[in-house]
């Protein structure tokens, strides 16, 4: 099973950014896919952006897509998510994630199967 603990949370600004980290266990197996969702109060949690290591190619959800960006560091086994333009909107709990099973898809957001803990992100106007 993934061990996932996300970090980099916080409050910000309406066009601020923010940078939030995922020390991934399973990143060391580089055929899982990685990725990030959210939790805004009272909806449903959404898969946000995602990223295969050994292809690098990454998929993002049209309410972010421009905005935020997925990416990695090997050495460190830690995924992160770059945050800009933020908006009051994306306040939410983030979760990272990873996609463990055999023949899963990257850009198949309700294949993913392991997340972490959380990290609340709250965007004020």
Known sequence: Q???????????????SL????????YASSSYCVGWFRQAPGKEREGIASVLPTTKIEYYSASVK?????????AKETVYLQMNSLKPEDTAIYYCAALTRAGGSCKQFTQFNSWGQGTQVTVSS
């Open 66 to 74: 421009g905005r935020f960006t997925i990416s990695l560091d090997k």
């Open 19 to 26: 940078r939030l980290s995922c020390e991934a266990s399973t």
């Open 2 to 16: 993934a061990h996932l603990t996300e970090s980099g949370g916080g409050s910000v600004q309406a066009g601020g």
